[in-house]
C-alpha cells in the first residue's frame, strides 16, 4: 500500500477533475492507471474511452504545442496556388531524378 497526499494546485485540480466525471479521486485515478496500463501493453495511447484518438486531433495538439498557428482556411484558399506550384516541382524532379 502506497499513500500519497497531494496538497494546493495539484489536490484542487485532482478534485475537479474527477468531479467532473462523477467520480472520486481515488476512482478517477484509478481509471487513469488502467488506461495507461492497457497503451503500454497494446503499444498504443489510448483516451479515456478506451479508444484511440483521433490523428487530426493528436496532430492539431502537436502544432499548438509547436505555436504552429495557421489562419483558419490558408490551405483552402491556398490550394490552386499549392497544387499549381508543389505539383509542378514534384513532377519536374522526378523526372530529373528518373534521368539520372
Known sequence: MVEITLTGD???RLQEVAARENQSPEE?????????????????????DGHLPNPLLKMAEMARAA??????????ERSREILDNAFAEDIIRRMQDKDA
Do not use: C, P
Open 67 to 76: 505555436n504552429l498557428v495557421f489562419t483558419e482556411n490558408d490551405v483552402v
Open 28 to 48: 478517477w485515478l484509478r481509471g487513469l492507471l488502467d488506461t495507461q496500463a492497457a497503451s503500454h501493453v497494446s503499444g498504443t495511447e489510448k483516451n479515456g
Open 10 to 12: 495539484v489536490a484542487q
